[in-house]
């Protein structure tokens, strides 16, 4: 399983916090935006949350969302957001641009001023930002807050019950199933066009390097091997640490995996830095041109924005194209 926590400290005084957020419950300037599901008459509707909480939600007038997980479904389902942290969406969600929907910037340094000028009455919050829940509901106190944590899942059953919950909050039912449908399918397709004699090991490239990622808990590679039953090249000792794990090149590349999966963690910032993209960082290692999977060009480098989104449909991406790849060995 993968497990991610990132602690961040809050860099704006709770008081302050709260002062707003009592001006915004009595000002009546602004338009903080109507949530699409608002104009379908759902609510109020009880849920569970991802924490066991069970949140009664009157009205998403306006909406908060900070877990990246969810950008894209939000996007895809055409639900309208006041605020969240567009800091943290891909360069590929048509959300990142919209200046209407106000920036609470990334996890590290979280602007709550932005929730309190968004009024919310619905927080759905997680992932980067779990560790702000307590900042988040002081923001806006009078807000449901819907709390997208839950630790002691697989990736793959979080993926799978945090869909169907956000189909749930906004009416789109329909349309989580249909991602979750699509998601087994991929699985299913991966695991047909997958022989076990084809030895496979995941990598993270990062700050330039190339680093291992272990089959059991490394961060991009690991969910992989368990839902595909891929068999591993190397079963080293790891981490989740999102940046891979110091095992040498020379480890790597004795290994000769006849599959290379790739996560490049630099590719979701190129932009912001100049980095040499995964596939040439691989090509261009001495000590790794001797390796089957070079050799044969059996590498599969997942979306450029799979760090920052790690959504179910960015699973299914993947899944998608080792079908592809493994079909081609």
Not at 168 to 173: D, H, L, N, R, S
Request: net charge negative; hydrophobic share 45%.
């Amino acid at each position: 399983m993968i497990r991610r926590r990132l602690a961040a400290s809050a860099s704006l005084a709770l008081g302050a916090v709260l002062a707003l957020a009592a001006c915004a419950g009595t000002s009546d300037e602004g338009d903080p935006g109507i949530g699409s599901a608002a104009a379908d008459g759902i609510y109020p509707v009880t849920v569970t949350d991802m924490a066991g909480n069970e949140v009664t939600i009157d009205s998403a007038d306006s909406v908060v969302v900070t877990d990246n997980r969810l950008f894209q479904l939000v996007s895809d389902w055409g639900i309208e957001l006041s605020a969240a942290p567009r800091t943290l969406m891909s360069d590929n969600n048509p959300m990142v641009d919209d200046e209407s929907i106000l920036d609470t910037g990334s996890h590290g340094e979280p602007d709550f001023e932005q929730v309190v000028a968004a009024a919310p009455d619905l927080i759905v919050n997680g992932y980067r930002y779990q560790d702000h829940a307590s900042d988040m509901q002081a923001a806006a106190p009078d807000a449901a807050f819907v709390d997208m944590t839950n630790d002691d899942l697989s990736v793959d059953e979080y993926l799978i019950e945090s869909v169907t919950l956000l189909g749930e909050i906004f009416g789109k039912e329909d349309q989580a199933q249909s991602a979750i449908d699509d998601f087994h399918a991929a699985i299913e397709d991966a695991k047909s066009a997958y022989d076990p004699e084809v030895s496979v090991m995941g990598l993270v490239t990062s700050g330039n390097e190339i680093r291992y990622a272990s089959p059991a808990d490394g961060r991009g590679a690991s969910i992989f091997f368990e839902l595909v039953g891929l068999t591993p090249a190397l079963e080293a000792e790891g981490s989740s640490n999102d940046q891979g794990d110091d095992i040498s090149i020379e480890a790597i590349a004795q290994a000769n995996a006849d599959f290379l999966l790739v996560l490049d963690r630099d590719a979701a910032f190129a932009a912001d830095q100049e980095v040499t993209p995964a596939m040439e960082l691989i090509n261009g290692s001495a000590a790794l041109e001797s390796v089957p999977a070079v050799q044969n060009e059996a590498i599969y480098v997942m979306p450029g924005d799979f760090y920052l989104t790690e959504d179910i449909i960015a699973y299914t991406t993947v899944l998608e194209g080792l079908a592809d790849s493994f079909g081609s060995l």
